[in-house]
């Protein structure tokens, strides 16, 4: 039989009557016929709450036991949904990630997934079994430690589940009904899309259009897996919520397919830096180093051997940051006037696989913000992206007028 | 190095700083010089949560769900044990039970423990490993389940891992600090006992004395495991607490050792019943297969081919007592004139191994509630213990007047 997965977030598991709805929208799955691989998260709130044990007891804590500690809320949720299946007359039973087993690397709370051997749940689905309802963001180490995926990880156990099942689709249930052209809280006219592709989604998801975790869709895109986002708390046809797919099964799209944006980004300056040769890797080396996610980097013309260098990266890096040049200054090895943090700034984005066949995208972007009096302070760009920093009071004021200069309210 | 076994209990590790308060315990056995194998329950209240959150979803549920669901406190508990430990400088991992593995029978919700290999313990022992935190109450099947081996199992576990591993001794940390003569709360002069029989304690335990779950004392007796009963909320010399050990390294005793006592216990009495052979097993068939645990019997004297029957189990029971002689007699398979269920009733019993060699105790527990005008309902004799049935309003006066007239005050 085809097989499916689904895969169900914490808020659509929060309590036992949400667990029943979810258990029903499996029910209508079975029904049509397909073996079925549900993919749980931990009852909203429960990670958090044993992420905070952690931490308490062990702010250094060895990532071994945080692992062992931090998956057990996924392991409730597996059964309660396999008990509710078979009260349902489905039969289903619970899988725990070691039971599976999902091998991972031993980087622990942020393992890779290695292997899923299918032999163990498919010889239960050749016994009449339906669904497997499996833990998601757990695994086990080759050393038989239990490994978890990262914040969001269930995301990527679902679609590496679908990619080693060879799943007709990659169902993620979440409290969102699909991927929009915008944030609809700042722009009324954001429209849902029904497919954008797999390289758009990663760059809005790693623009903090937060509906699935970054690593998901890369692995989505690496095995061809479709992915379909849509909400658990809507009644849903076939064709609900936003599949995201290869770029060769969307027929047509605008050449902007969304405008993302980000609040928590700061731009930081070293004035007057002694250009020489080496400078960079002198100034982004120790940031790399502090753990600093560096995103947009700008370096200003050089003159009388001297140069501005501009970058970007999340605000609450800003302290690290600046503690890891002024460091690196002590130690001489890289000299500046100024260190300027500006705080006050947002992120936005035009994504769009479109722009590699069109071009005037860019200008486009520029003019809008310009007649709208928004003053651009940084710009980077990518094949189908389009990034600016300008002054956060101006966010939802530029993310409104790109949204209608694009015209992405229309679906291509 | 020599191995002790540590148990905490669900009150001993109910908030962080309990666990802390533990794991210092802990680390003072460790300076000692001894490998410690620390067995953890789930922090107080979650195993009753997650019991309530199956039986909502489906009150007849399949007992290997219920397994994966119940088991998960005790993995939260022990790798924040782990965490602990280690930020005491005290190396620690935790163990899951299928990582042991604790291989018990398929018995799921009610499992028996049939073999703790010691090779993964250890090892790491070996190489250093001082404390191995492992999760109580659950276990592993032959088929890759998570099993459980029922509620207080952790106390199970504990004395199984103490005779697996040869350990010096297994204390079980709890909210009492040992074993008393009688219940401090109604006879004020109740004495903590340093030393009980196995025997002793396994009918203490079997008669409401929750200090112990009954299993693991049957276990530490058949192993001869030295049990100690401490509390984990107090300062603790090596002598604290009560050792329940085997018979022969108690030197001296009192004849009775303890006074324990039911409130829950109903007397039911089927008058004028037609005697013949066959009879009890007629009556108390239809009883077991109801699932009613029917303590103490009493056959009076048949006078013209009638007699009563008397029999006592607990209060919550005798509903389902009464159905199920009422089906007996619907059935044609037994015959009485009345049924009288009396629930205003208490147990009392007199526990003591020195019982054996000395006569008169019976004599002397009869004459003392004689003299204190309690009338004596049922009564009821093993080797090592005296039960009797009394109105319940007696129940403190009993307990008391036998805890004076056997001088329990006072120790050997």
């Known amino acids: ?34 073996d079925v691989i549900v993919i749980v998260s931990a009852m909203s709130g429960e990670t958090n709450k044993l992420v905070g044990y952690v931490n308490e007891t062990s702010p250094l804590y060895d990532a071994r036991e945080y692992d062992a500690v931090v998956s057990s809320g996924e392991n409730v949720t597996a059964g309660l949904m396999a008990l509710t299946l078979q009260e349902m007359d489905v039969p289903a039973r619970s899988w725990q990630g070691w039971q599976v087993p999902l091998i991972t690397t031993s980087a622990h709370s942020a393992a890779r997934i290695e292997e899923i051997p299918t032999d163990n749940i498919n010889a239960k689905f050749a016994e009449g079994m339906r669904v497997a309802v499996v833990a998601g963001f757990q695994g086990i180490s080759p ?9 969001g990880g269930s995301d990527t156990s679902a679609v ?16 969102v009904d699909g991927v929009y052209t915008t944030d609809p809280r700042i722009a009324s006219k954001a429209r849902k899309l029904d497919k954008i592709a797999f390289e758009e989604m990663l760059e809005l998801a790693s623009l903090g259009a937060k509906v699935l975790q970054t690593r998901s869709v890369e692995l989505a895109m690496r095995y061809n897996v479709k992915l379909r986002v849509l909400s658990s708390f809507e009644e849903q046809s076939d064709d609900a919520g936003t599949l995201v797919c290869a770029e060769e099964e969307i027929m047509e799209s605008n050449v902007v397919s969304g405008i993302a944006y980000s609040r928590d980004e700061a731009k930081m300056t070293l004035v007057s830096v002694a250009d020489r040769p080496g400078i960079a890797a002198a100034i982004f080396g120790p940031l790399s180093d502090a753990g600093v996610n560096v995103d947009m980097i700008i370096q200003n013309i050089a003159e009388e051997g001297r140069t501005d260098m501009t970058f970007s990266c999340p605000t609450d890096q800003v302290t690290r940051a600046e503690k890891a040049l002024q460091d690196a200054k002590t130690r001489g090895e890289i000299n500046y006037h100024d260190l300027i943090a500006d705080t006050d700034v947002a992120k936005i984005s035009a994504v769009g696989i479109g722009m ?24 980077a760009t990518s094949e189908i992206k389009i990034s600016v920093l300008v002054d956060r009071k101006y966010l939802e004021l530029a993310v409104q007028a790109l949204h209608d200069a694009f015209e992405l309210e229309k679906a291509a």
Chains 1, 2 share one sequence.
């Open 143 to 151: 050393e038989g430690r239990i490994t978890t995926l990262g914040r």
């Open 160 to 175: 590496a589940f679908a990619a080693a099942f060879g799943a007709e689709r990659c169902d993620i249930y979440t409290d």
């Open 356 to 379: 590699r066949s069109q071009s005037g995208v860019a200008a486009k972007m520029f003019k809008t913000l310009s007649d709208e009096g928004v003053n651009i302070k940084v710009i």
């Open 1 to 34: 039989m085809p097989v499916l997965v689904m895969k169900f977030g914490g808020t659509s598991v929060a309590t036992l009557d949400r667990i029943r709805r979810a258990a029903k929208r499996v029910g209508v799955e079975v029904a049509k016929g397909y």
